[in-house]
């Protein structure tokens, strides 16, 4: 119903978390084929469905970049389907993005086992819990364990440059200034911009 409705106002993207079972194999499998399925029964397909990367939490698929791409290999319609690389959630999955050095590592490390081909879109959110902490707790950018130079190594990567990057930071207003925290974001992402 989802895919049908986003297809039905031409959303190009639909983000969905993987799922979680006990058993990794498992639980890839019944994801390929609840994909399947829910592509099966879509009327037009014009929408993607991007899997997230996911921080490893509990018994979560897609905390390991292997565990999404083997979901992608498996499935029918390939075309059908892509990547978002959620920042907080790698991280906490223990993927180190905090330095130049680190985001080169992290970033060939994703396009040897996915693919930029298969990067979509990016959710922006600084990690509140430390590296490989498998805690999915999203902070403000530049405020949490990521930091600002981790997040200049995103914004000034030029294969970044055509990707919708989506805010999911704490909402609010300030305390100090009462300014919206999403703006407060957004301009903190931009002033990383070299």
Known sequence: EELNRCDSL????????PGSHQDATIGIDRIVRGLEDVMGGALSGGTRLLLE?????GQAIGGKFEQ???????????????????TAHIFAAGYDIR????????????????GF????????????????SQMDRH????????????????????RFDDLPCILETPKGKHELDG???DLANVEALRKLLR
Request: glycine share 8%; proline share 5%; net charge negative.
């Open 99 to 114: 330095t130049p050095k680190a985001w080169e590592r992290s970033m060939a490390d994703f396009d040897d086992v996915i």
């Open 68 to 86: 999404l791409a083997e979901i992608l290999q498996h499935l029918r319609y390939p075309e059908r389907f892509g990547v978002c690389l959620d």
């Open 117 to 132: 081909d298969q990067l979509y879109a990016v959710h922006c959110n600084d990690s509140a819990k430390p590296l490989g």
């Open 179 to 181: 300014k919206d925290w």
């Open 139 to 158: 902070a403000h950018i530049g405020l949490g364990e990521i930091g600002r130079k981790g997040f200049a190594n995103l914004v000034n990567d030029p």
């Open 53 to 57: 990367t996911m921080a490893g939490q």
């Open 10 to 17: 031409k959303i190009e993207y639909l983000v969905l978390h």
